[in-house]
């Protein structure tokens, strides 16, 4: 079992950068990959970026390409997610989540554990 608390999210306006932290507890975290989603009201869950279980391989979103890095530092047990650039319609509840499958993917059915979510306001 994995759980997953999410920080880092906040006020920020269009153009400025932030850093979101995934941090987990569970001793099979450092065995799953991690990704990154994000929820606007009324919108479907959209895919930002995933991260492998040894860091070697990840994977963004069309959107958010050259603009976003994930991380992962297994000492902390913690992935986090750094955003440029950030754009007002980028207002969102950001989610982690572990699968305990190793490997990447871009849909969220594919992740077991979720965590609740840190809000992330752009103003214009």
């Known amino acids: 079992q994995v759980q997953l608390v999410e920080s880092g999210g906040g006020l920020v306006q269009a153009g400025g950068s932030l850093r979101l932290s995934c941090a987990a507890s569970?001793?099979?975290?450092?065995?799953?990959?991690v990704g990154w989603f994000r929820q606007a009201p009324g919108a479907e869950r959209e895919f930002i970026a995933t991260i492998s279980r040894s860091g070697e391989n990840t994977s963004y979103g069309d959107s958010v390409k050259g603009r976003a890095t994930i991380s992962r530092d297994d000492a902390k047990n913690t992935v986090y997610l750094q955003m440029n650039s950030l754009k007002y319609e980028e207002t969102a509840v950001y989610y982690c989540?572990?699968?305990?499958?190793?490997?990447?993917?871009?849909?969220?059915?594919?992740?077991?554990?979720w965590g609740q979510g840190t809000q992330v306001t752009v103003s214009s």
């Open positions: 569970g001793r099979t975290f450092s065995s799953c990959a």
């Open positions: 989540a572990a699968r305990e499958a190793g490997s990447i993917a871009t849909l969220p059915q594919r992740y077991d554990y």
